[in-house]
């Protein structure tokens, strides 16, 4: 995906690699795939817009390179509190929140993202309470977006996609692929997905 002025998934990876040397090439691939949505969908602007949310920003690194890229306005959150802190001593806007809970305690969002947000523990529950965890993150997510907002996210777990298209959401793009995982060597799932608000939803 390139839009008007945008720039290409290579390019994107060049700059993550430079920005970030010592970062495994897994990693990368995760993270270029939403930079480069990012640039795209809602490239930096002049005015503070758009405004970011990350789930899951643990010690900020992709925040980092968010404001690298001239992204002014860059919201984090996860659940390790060790991390929040490191992240706040190094003078980034991380929260201590469960996506859940998000409601509109820290505003309005143009876009969130979570680079494999979904826990570990998410697998091993049964399907229904996986489910509800799922779709409880959604609606948190849902409530902080704008009206057209999108969220990005890739899942190592199936999504319940009927029940977050009746929370509010349309899938805008898919891709489902199967990983090798690179220390284990065993495959895995990992979907990417981009949802966007429906712009008739306020809540």
Sequence with gaps: MRGAGGI?????????????PYLPSGHIRHYD???????????PGRDGRPRLLELGSRHGLFLDFLAASGYTDAVGIDMD?????LARKRGLDV???????LGRRLGRFDAAFALRFFPVELKFQGSAQRRAGILA??????????????????????????GIEALGFRI????????????????ARDD???FEKNADRRG
Excluded at 10 to 20: A, H, I, Q
Excluded at 81 to 85: I, L
Aim: one cysteine or more; glycine letters at 6%.
């Design 137 to 162: 993150a959604f609606a948190g997510v849902h409530a902080c977006l704008e009206p057209g907002g999108t969220f990005f996210c890739d899942a190592e777990v199936p999504l319940p996609v009927a």
């Design 192 to 194: 990417v997905w981009v």
């Design 33 to 43: 795939r939403v930079l480069h949505y990012l640039l795209n969908r809602h490239p």
């Design 81 to 85: 509190g060790d991390c929040v802190a």
């Design 172 to 187: 805008e793009s898919s891709l489902r692929r199967t990983k090798i995982h690179p220390m284990i060597k065993s495959r």
């Design 8 to 20: 290409a998934l290579g390019e994107v990876r060049r700059r993550l690699e430079s920005f970030t």
């Design 95 to 101: 929260r201590l929140v469960k996506a859940s809970q």
